[in-house]
């Protein structure tokens, strides 16, 4: 398993099913589960965005922990999806799974190794 750190607002709508494209500079030959972890900044950018796509969320947002899942099922540089930045990688994710007890973690960039225990996160 993998972990990636991603800012919030994008974290939360990853791990909704609402945004099914992460936006990297940088591709990887890594395919399969993710665990996304909530960065400990916000971007400005993201809500706007919202906004502009007139999508919302609910509840807080977290910061610090593993907030969910996805699946990393192909990346391409050219995806149609709202989500989708000019010029990015485009990570295509699926079938998003929200923790069910969010997990304080450690950020880094990159992907990375998850943490020892991180099934707690997604236990009931």
Known sequence: MRMLTVRQPWAALLVA?????????WPTPYRGRLL??????TDAEGFELMERLGVTLD????????VGSVDLVDI??????PWAAPGAHHWLLA????????MT??????LRPAPAGWERAFAA
């Open 59 to 66: 509840g807080p947002l977290l910061h610090g922990v593993i």
């Open 76 to 81: 391409r540089d050219d995806s149609a999806s």
């Open 36 to 41: 996304i972890h909530a960065g400990l900044k």
């Open 105 to 110: 973690a450690v950020g880094a960039l990159g």
């Open 17 to 25: 099913g609402i945004k099914d494209v992460e936006n990297r500079s």
């Open 95 to 102: 079938d998003a799974q929200p923790a069910v007890s969010p």
